[in-house]
Structure formats: C-alpha cells, structure tokens
C-alpha cells in the first residue's frame, strides 16, 4: 500500500522502521519525537491492520490538562473562601469569586 492510502495514527513499516502516520506527509518513527516527510509514492506495510490511534495533538492535550486544572483549583478557591467568610465575614464571598473566575476565563481565552 502507498503512504497516503493509510488513515492517521495507522502504524506501519518503512525501509525496516516501524512509523505511526502524523500527518498527510509526515510520520513519526516509534520512539522518537522527530516527523519524517514521507513521499506520496512510499510502498508502507501496514502492521496487524492497526486502527489509527486516537492520539490527540499535544496542544489540545495540554490546554485540556490545563483547563481542568484550573477549574478544579477554582472549587478549591471557593471551598477556602467560602470557609473564611464563615468566620471573619470581610469579603463578600461572591464578588471574589467572580474576580477569580473572570480572570480564569481570560487565561483560558488566551489560550485558545
């Protein structure tokens, strides 16, 4: 089978090298972190008919570790708030608390 013919995220052998298809010309070679530009007209073997892996990009996967991170720091946020507002009762807890997330939101904004 010719390079282009294989879905993203199939495995295959090159040339005796084991790859994973990372993009529409491009593979990464098992245990490595560098693409490779492949041509159009490679003949690849396909190994064990694998199904394309459902790796998402590294980008997507930091900003979702982030995001979640920071949604949970924000119920932590809250949870102390809520907690010093019991006992002292300075500061509407409210008002913090949407200063606190209005500046997540905008992190994350920037992210995108």
């Known amino acids: 089978m010719r390079f282009p013919q ?3 995220g199939q495995r295959f052998r090159f ?3 084991v790859f994973t298809k990372s993009g529409p010309l491009t593979a990464r070679e ?3 972190q560098n693409n490779q530009l492949m041509r159009k007209s490679a003949e690849v073997e396909l190994l064990d008919n694998a199904a394309p892996r459902s790796e998402k990009p590294q980008g997507q996967l930091q900003r979702q570790q982030l995001e979640s991170a920071m949604r949970s720091g924000l119920a932590r946020i809250r949870q102390s708030a809520e907690q010093v507002a019991e006992v002292d009762g300075r500061m509407p807890v409210e ?3 949407l200063l606190v ?3 997540l939101e905008s992190i994350l904004k920037d992210l995108s």
């Open 101 to 103: 997330e209005a500046e």
């Open 95 to 97: 008002r913090l608390l």
């Open 6 to 8: 294989l879905a993203m």
């Open 15 to 17: 040339q005796g090298r």
């Open 30 to 32: 098992e245990g490595s």
